[in-house]
């Protein structure tokens, strides 16, 4: 019960977030983007709910970070309309199908070994530590929204009352995919304590992002694929 108390009171904060962005800028790029990735995430609670929670996995950990990285791919793909991951790779109306492509191919060569190495962190805690649906929703999303937005949230630290409308991307790339693996994840027997578990993600998290994202994007200057 506490946990369904907890979700109802996050899904009340994520519609707020989402519906006053929306009335205040209307329907524009990056709300189309928000509104895809609401869909892909809903659509893949309903198949689990229909299919995945009786799914055994033999292999967690491999089934955790790929699925989980495929599902990044997707939200990428998404953002490719509005915030890609350098402003040169965005597509508009004018931008022809082939120079699109390659934009699209260009961020997910640069962004799929990161996704590797962040979701292969986030699968060194889930094993380390138990975390309840609730915890791994919250916690995992957070971090790694803090991470991805840390100079945005630095500048803007107001928005961070509107931080579930960023949350949503990570829900929708590692909250399924941790679902259907949890039961078969083989717990370490760890001695820290409760408050470590909460911490620790809000630390080697955003750490993660800042090594991976200073590394893809300075690779992506390198090979002239960015501009420096």
Known sequence: ??????????????????????????????????????????????WFYKNGQFIEVKNPKRTFIIWCTINAMVVEIFHMISKPLNQSLLITSNTSFLHGAQNTLIDLILTFPAYLL??????????????????????????????????????????????????LNYWAMNFVPYMVVRKNIPLLASQDSKLKKIILPFILIPLTYLVAGGTILTIGKVLGWIPK
């Open 1 to 46: 019960m506490k946990q369904k108390i907890l979700f109802i009171i996050l899904g009340i904060w994520f519609l707020l977030s989402l519906i006053l962005p929306l009335l205040h800028n209307g329907l524009n790029r990056d709300s189309v983007t928000r509104l895809l990735i609401l869909g892909y995430f809903l659509l893949g609670l309903w």
């Open 118 to 167: 962040i979701f292969s962190v986030i699968w060194y805690l889930i094993k380390r530590y138990h975390y309840s649906p609730f915890s791994f929703f919250f916690l995992m999303a957070l971090g790694q929204a803090l991470g991805d937005g840390n100079a945005f949230f630095l500048a803007n630290p107001f928005l961070l009352t509107l931080i579930p409308y960023v949350m």
